[in-house]
């Protein structure tokens, strides 16, 4: 079959490598209908060290099942499922808890001997705990909008869960990505009075806007800050949902939440220290949180609007291709002509 795979910053090929097949009683066999490439698929784009052997890459896809192992009983042959960004038994005490990412037994794709979602088909471990199947065929519309569940959308509401957004919350989201979308998505569902987006490239703003954002600010630094608090009465926002992950946005929020607020990060950091001392969070009662999103924990609680079509989150896919263009979306997705790329 064909695979994506990365050697090296910039260096994305799509290879043949062996099919995938059934190794153990709870594993499933899954043919990939779409996946796509992430945010965070940039990271080793921009920096992996070049080497002889790459690494599978994709960890958000949609499949049929074709084959399951004896075990696997949740799934079938002919299903369509949302594959989840980790695999996962469900069984765990953390799996139970709604913390899929830290399942005792799990781990995530493209690790190991497990491929990636940027392929023609995946083994899926742990089946019965991590795929999700969906009532709709593979050609339907809604395709894109259940690919985010696999990871973006997931993602973004776990950013304002985890912030607390509630009705009538005043929010601020950092950065126009994917994930910041989502995250002012899912900020608006929970009932966000109002929301404010951080972002200068307008075609993405104003998707934000489509999807509830109130207001709209393209300054960085401290005069993104000092807009906030104007829209603010001065204080800032009780919460703020950080989806970059780089140092300037870590910075950016500590100067845009209000006192006793929360600060909730879902952009993988791209730093190993950041200040919570006296100063910044500890002295005005600050709360952090955030990290990986549980993404499986949150498919049932998102699904019913997308297969109703009270929502599309699927709108953050603004281009589509084949699998052998995957090294030209990677490019697009770098040099920002794409926004998130689709992979059919």
Known sequence: MRATYMYGAGDVRVIDVPDPVVKHPTDALVRVVASCICGSDLHPYHNRPAGTEGSSMGHEFLGVVEDTGRDVTTVQRGDLVIAPFAWSDGTCDFCREGLQTSCRHGGFWNSGDVGGGQAEAVRVPLADGTLVPVPVKENSPLLPSLLTLSDVYGTGYHAAHKGGVTPGSAVTVIGDGAVGLMAVLAAKRLGAEQIILMGRHTDRTDLGRYFGATDVVAERGEEGIAEV????????????????????????????????GVISRVGVPQ???????????????????GGPAPARAYISTLLPDILSGAVDPGKVFDREIGIEEVPDGYKAMDNRTALKVLIR
């Open 229 to 260: 608090r104007d829209l603010t009465g001065g204080d800032g926002t009780g919460i703020v949902l950080e989806a970059v992950g780089h140092m300037p946005a870590y910075e950016q929020a500590l100067g845009i939440v209000r006192p006793g």
């Open 271 to 289: 730093y190993d220290q950041a200040s919570v001392g006296f100063g910044t969070l500890f002295g005005p009662n600050i709360t952090l949180t």
